[in-house]
């Protein structure tokens, strides 16, 4: 986990290095930004060019980098600014190598006034079949230990006052549950608290997808990334 931690920042370089290649070996990458407030421009330097990835990068977005191929790099994440990678550096990576193979979602967070990255592996949701649904709930806020509630809806609000799902879930930790096709809300709260934090609308959990609902920011900005990828199953 600690390698995937250090190499997760530069990741979004990998788009750089398949379009040189022209190779499509099959990594696929989830970058999502969950620091508040925050703008980033992220650049990649590879061999002697140095260019501009990703602009304006903004708090509760995200993106995916898909047959990423391997290659060696140095990304820099910078305050955005307007022109060419030319904003303050907030973290550089230095040269890193990736073999073309990972499957993952890296999540941009603030914890303890530090920038930095969760890093979660995709392929951990992997259950049964192909065509089995997966719900996947990650934590990756700036908050402490979380209850995950599903559906328990009073005038179509969740409430948390049953049983939750998961309980006493970790930063950096996710939840994987086997789910057939269907429309859910999921929440949050603080472990142990019968308020709920912050809630999905309802959303669709697709089968044949791993279906990921991260929740990213602070208590006072807490909000939820969404999106899906593929199951190979087994």
């Known amino acids: 986990m600690a390698r995937f931690k250090i190499l997760g920042a530069s990741i979004l370089a990998l788009s750089l290095v398949a379009g040189a290649s022209g190779a499509a070996l099959g990594t ?8 508040p407030k925050a703008k980033v421009d992220v650049c990649a330097k590879v061999g002697g060019s140095l260019l501009e990835l990703k602009s304006n990068f903004k708090f509760g ?18 305050a955005a600014k307007s022109g060419t990678c030319k904003g303050k550096v907030l973290i550089n990576t230095g040269p890193l190598a990736f073999d073309g193979s990972e499957d993952l979602s890296v999540i941009a967070r603030k914890a303890s006034g530090n920038l930095g990255v969760e ?3 995709n392929s ?7 065509s089995d649904a997966v719900l996947s709930i990650k934590h990756a806020a700036n908050v402490g230990k979380v209850d995950v509630y599903l559906n328990i809806v009073l005038n179509d609000k969740l409430v948390a006052s049953a049983t939750p799902t998961a309980s006493g879930v970790k930063r950096g930790d996710a939840v994987y ?5 269907a429309d859910i809300k999921v929440g949050v709260a603080k472990t142990g608290s ?3 934090a912050a809630e999905t609308p309802y959303w669709e959990v697709q089968d044949g997808k791993i279906n990921h609902v991260v929740a990213v920011g602070t208590p006072k900005q807490l909000r939820f990334l969404r999106y899906r990828t ?5």
């Not at 696929?28 to 620091?35: E, K, L, R, T």
């Not at 977005?61 to 910078?78: C, E, N, S």
């Not at 951990?124 to 192909?130: I, K, N, T």
């Not at 593929?230 to 087994?234: K, V």
């Open 230 to 234: 593929n199951n190979p199953g087994d």
């Open 124 to 130: 951990e949701g992997y259950l049964g079949s192909s």
């Open 177 to 181: 549950l086997p789910f057939g096709n």
């Open 119 to 121: 890093v979660f592996d």
């Open 194 to 196: 019968s308020t709920l």
């Open 61 to 78: 977005q995200w993106f995916k980098l898909k047959d990423l191929a391997p290659g060696t790099y140095t990304i820099t994440v910078r």
């Open 28 to 35: 696929d990458i989830v970058v999502g930004h969950g620091i």
